[in-house]
């Protein structure tokens, strides 16, 4: 079995309008990986959906992974319904030790738009609870998520990373901030109530906004959120009127939809006299990308907070060593441990074949001496026992450190000792 990762995302310059076609709604997850485990032949499966990559993780047979990125091409493409060449082409795989760098690296946020991103780490999280949930992952995945999220937790308390966070929020508060020549006097909506919407409100009040809102199509969350951020929550059939009266709005939601159209926006800049100041930072985008052909209208998405990323990610490129650092140590224990779990049944093997004759040379050796004390005849066991157990120790440890890399070792072990069969 060998452990893999296909996926598309930003860092292969897929586009955005690609990276939100092909990513998996959480509503959608557990379905999806039943069926991408069935009709792939997987023994294994976790998908990692978010807004800058979707990449499924899988284990598979040796046989199966020479083909796996026709495979995943082809799930993909028959489940969102998009052309196989428009995918096919922007799919990068990984294997083994480069899977786990890979991982590593993103749970780390180092491969983050914004360098240190601060919800990747519980994005990763929340894809190896879904897979946990579906009943898709098994010893190898489980084992590298674990690895992730510890790795990726690491890093953020022994490296500037973690003690300089940034997300996605973040820079989209920065961008109304700069775009807005300060928020003292502005007045700001914000849609949707999950997480990247809620720091974005905390970042908002804490950077002096004039008035803050909250809007929810579950009235009962926006005023969750309003009543912690100290902003007032706003029914979701007011969204017309509260475009007409903010001067930036924020949106975060989960819809598979626009939430804000065209045809609404025009209507509100008829009257409008100021302009108005989006900040899309959802997936799939909650605002249709048309709006911003209208007079008036500035429309900002995930890919025009590139500009914003550089500056953050100066400061924290510095600690970029650091943190490699120790993911290259926790890579290191993976692939260890990689080799040791596909080298286990040679190893076994070989135990059971030292022990086979151990216990015979042993009970053939009591034969001849005839009757011994009890205390005679143990001392026979524990050394025949120590023998082997040191014996074995060395080429145990060669198999089980370069098994993988070195499938050489593993069949001359084999046939040097007539293990195949056993």
Known sequence: MRPFAVGI??????????????????????SALERLQRECGLYEAVILSTC??????????????????????????????????????????????????????????????????NQVLGQVREAYGAALGANTTGKILSKLFQMAVNVGKQVRTETEIGKMPTSISSLAVDLAEQVLGGLDDKLALIIGSGEMSELAARLLRKRGIKRLYMINRTLSRAQELARAMSGEAVAWESLHEMLRKVDVVISSTAAPHHVIQTDQVKDVMATRKMPLFFVDIAMPRDIDPEVQAIVGV??????????????NRQKREREVPKALKIIEGEVSCFTTWLSSLESLPTVKALRDHAEDVRHQEVERTLQKLGSLPERDREAIEQMSRR?????????????????????????????LFGLDGK
């Open 9 to 30: 995302s930003h860092e292969n310059q897929a586009p955005l309008s690609l990276l939100e076609r092909v990513s998996f709604a959480s509503s959608v997850l557990s």
């Open 52 to 117: 800058q990559r979707t990449e499924i993780y899988g284990v598979a047979s040796e046989t199966a992974l020479a083909g796996i990125q026709d495979e995943i091409s082809r799930f993909m493409s028959e489940f969102h319904g998009i052309p196989i060449e428009e995918i096919h082409s922007r799919l990068r795989c990984y294997e083994s030790g480069e899977m786990a760098m890979h991982l590593f690296r993103v749970a780390s946020a180092l491969d983050a738009i914004a360098l240190g991103e």
């Open 298 to 311: 500035h429309l900002y998405n995930l890919d025009d907070l590139a500009a914003v990323v550089e500056k």
């Open 387 to 415: 023998i082997v157990t040191k014996l074995l120790h060395l080429p145990t440890v060669r198999l089980k450190e370069n098994g993988h890399q070195d499938r050489s070792l593993e069949e001359a072990t084999r046939k």
